[in-house]
T-cell receptor, first 109, second 114 residues
């Protein structure tokens, strides 16, 4: 299973764009990159998934360079309710989801 | 479409007892995974079941076991409870095909061992 490395914590002001970068140097050819969000005492919630280039949905964008050794989750104009832990995972559909420590994002008013 | 449900939501047990937790996946999802979350260790993968067979297993002692029924519902059992088993136990379901890694989590069962 590819390991991921992401910052332990980040702070941001409301209304700013937040970019969280994840490193996954050993990503396999058939691995996808997935991001989850977790609020205290709740299960993680799927945010976005991508294989290469850029993926965008109503919540976030995911940027993946050509070598796929890293990825960046972009949250546009964050609000206080975006304060959460964000997890980056890599793997294929047949492997278990293994979570790291994640990035604790704190949004400040 | 109903989400993943877990019962019970809260549980208090005494050391040495055993406990069984239940999880009902989203309709049509045949894969169910279980996780343990504690403040110190974070989210740790316990095991995954697919079509009633355990497909993957995390690094937990044999006191932790599970099973999946033909309707994809799953149960997790912890025997001889220890204080360190106090945690939030999360269940998640997914379609489990080769192109998606999207998994849906339930609200969890908060287990307290005294």
């Amino acid at each position: 299973l590819a390991k991921t490395t992401q910052p332990i914590s980040m702070d941001s002001y409301e209304g700013q764009e937040v970019n969280i970068t994840c490193s996954h140097n050993n990503i396999a050819t058939n691995d996808y990159i997935t991001w989850y969000q977790q609020f205290p005492s709740q299960g993680p919630r799927f945010i976005i998934q991508g294989y290469k280039t850029k993926v965008t949905n109503e919540v976030a964008s995911l940027f993946i360079p050509a070598d796929r050794k890293s990825s960046t989750l972009s949250l546009p104009r964050v609000s206080l309710s975006d304060t959460a832990v964000y997890y980056c995972l890599v793997g294929s559909g047949n492997t278990p989801l293994v979570f790291g420590k994640g990035t604790r994002l704190s949004v400040i008013a | 479409k109903a989400g993943v449900t877990q019962t019970p939501r809260y549980l208090i047990k005494t050391r040495g007892q055993q406990v069984t937790l239940s999880c009902s996946p989203i309709s049509g999802h045949r894969s169910v995974s279980w996780y343990q979350q504690t403040p110190g260790q974070g989210l740790q993968f316990l095991f995954e079941y697919f079509s009633e067979t355990q497909r993957n297993k995390g690094n937990f002692p044999g006191r932790f076991s599970g099973r999946q029924f033909s309707n994809s519902r799953s149960e997790m059992n912890v025997s001889t409870l220890e204080l360190g088993d106090s945690a939030l136990y999360l269940c998640a379901s997914r379609l489990r095909d080769s192109t998606t890694y999207e998994q849906y989590f339930g609200p969890g069962t908060r287990l307290t061992v005294t």
